[in-house]
């Protein structure tokens, strides 16, 4: 008999995918140190107005976890943000594009 295949077969409660993350993982070490950083710098260069930007401290983790990995190129950053459940959990979900990514680190 085979095992079944969790794709056929849906559950009434979906799984928390999330809850996989090792607590001993980078990915958390990175969360906390950039949690107790001092952004004030960052925070008043925006303005307001137009539309709601995300978050700096999200933006900042996500952009370490990926040098962390080896990773520069935003859009291999924007693609990780889709399929990467360690990007996923430090993002919230949140799914900045290449382009917004890019402006964040240069601008930034």
Known sequence: MFKTESLKSPSLFPEDILSNIAENHPVRLISEVVDKLD???????YKGGGTTSYHPRMMIKVLFYAYFNNIYSSRKIERALEENIHFIWLSGYSKPDHRTINNFRSLR
């Open 39 to 45: 952004i004030k710098e960052i925070l008043c260069q």
